[in-house]
């Protein structure tokens, strides 16, 4: 039932929560700066973790659009938790990574890294999934569910939810008794929240695909709520890049941000295919998922999104969302709200960065938009992705 993932562990939330401060992200730095005297020419090296956030890196490589773009590229590597995406790329040993959009933040103004978002790899994505005898937010009082991090917008997004539904998230130890009102948040790696869910140590989680479709395939868990719909294409993993890069490499910097476009641009018009690409039955085999769990995130059946619809899964049939879909562009406006919500977000270890950060100055230095500017042009727009032609949004969120 559990994907093979040992690596996974409370070692590797511990050692990701030493990386992202300053103290801890020194000596890594001081590996980047010698790696980029040493290599001021570095291929496209991509660290990802087996997750559908990372499709259009992976596709980037299989289709050969870094190649086109006439840059080298090796394989991608496959890291098996945060604290080890984190550790490689700040040391330098990958140079393009996809990351949880407020896990950036932390790591931009709470450790000092220098790097910023590119671009979004992704909107939606992700999902709230709960017991099968639950059929309500209100009915999680009192009981535990796993987030994957902290810093994460399903952290975010599910306090809002809790919240709504007069329930307040707080972090316990195990076995602590919870009042009515309560709800646990226990950090948990992606792969080991469906068994736990199964043995009813947790009531549900929340995470990125394919792991809640992987709940439904095992029938183990059912999903309440994806946050697709309850903050409208929402950004969740975005494309981060060293600043050294970006400034000293901007022609190489710009095709990779031209591939990453290209490969979004691909998978929204061949979605069964890039399933099949991603899956343990592809060529490449950059993920142990099984094409049709693949599947049913990427290219699902009309008939699925109608259950969900009336289950109340999906509340804002108007907002047409996808249950993942590709849209580059890290709009500002998103950058600000996020800002804002993890202030007043429940968030265990280090936040007190926070309260100094100012959204619309984070919107503007967080993120470097000047090649995907160019990308997007070049493909014909936002509106070659199905969204509004236009750099400026505002933010919809609705339980």
């Not at 009915?139 to 809002?160: D, E, R």
């Not at 709504?164 to 195990?174: F, R």
């Amino acid at each position: 039932m559990c994907l093979d993932d040992p690596t996974h562990s409370r070692r590797d939330i511990l050692k990701l929560g030493a990386l992202l401060t300053a103290a801890g992200a020194l000596p890594l730095l001081t590996s980047l700066q010698a790696r980029a005297a040493s290599e001021p020419d570095a291929p496209v090296r991509i660290g990802y973790l087996p997750i559908t956030d990372a499709t259009p890196l992976l596709v980037a490589h299989a289709n050969g659009l870094f190649d086109a773009e006439g840059i080298k590229a090796e394989r991608p590597v496959l890291l098996r938790s945060w604290a080890q995406v984190i550790e490689a790329f700040i040391s330098g040993q990958v140079n393009v990574i996809h990351l949880l959009s407020p896990m950036t933040v932390w790591a931009r103004y709470g450790s000092k890294v220098p790097a910023k978002v590119v671009a979004w790899n992704h909107v939606g994505g992700s999902g709230l999934t709960v017991a099968p005898d639950i059929s309500d937010v209100k009915q999680l009082g009192g009981k535990t569910l796993a987030i994957p991090f902290w810093y994460s917008i399903h952290n975010v997004v599910l306090q809002q939810l809790l919240r709504d539904n007069g329930l307040q998230a707080v972090s316990k130890p195990a076995n602590a008794a919870l009042a009515a009102n309560e709800v646990n948040l226990v950090v948990l790696p992606p792969s080991d929240m469906p068994p736990a869910l199964a043995a009813k140590r947790i009531a549900g989680y929340i995470v990125a695909e394919p792991f809640n479709a992987l709940a439904e395939n095992l029938k183990v868990g059912r999903i309440q709520r994806f946050t697709g719909d309850v903050w409208r294409n929402h950004a969740c993993c975005v494309v981060f890049m060293h600043e050294h890069d970006l400034n000293n490499r901007p022609e190489w910097s710009q095709k990779v941000v031209n591939a990453i476009v290209k490969a979004q641009l691909w998978t929204r018009d061949n979605r069964a295919e890039a399933a099949k690409l991603l899956s343990k039955d592809g060529e490449n085999r950059y993920t142990p998922h099984a094409p049709e769990v693949l599947g049913r995130v990427l290219a699902p059946a009309a008939s699925e999104r109608q259950q969900y619809l009336a289950n109340g899964a999906i509340r804002h049939a108007d907002w047409h969302e996808e249950r993942i879909d590709f849209q580059p562009y890290p709009f500002p406006s998103y950058t600000e709200e996020l800002v804002r919500r993890l202030k007043d977000t429940l968030i265990q270890g280090d936040k007190g960065f926070l309260a100094a950060l100012e959204p619309t100055q984070v919107a503007k230095d967080l993120v470097d938009d000047r090649f995907v500017r160019n990308a997007i042009a070049s493909v014909g727009g936002l509106s070659a992705f199905g969204f509004p032609d236009s750099f400026e949004r505002s933010e919809e969120i609705a339980t």
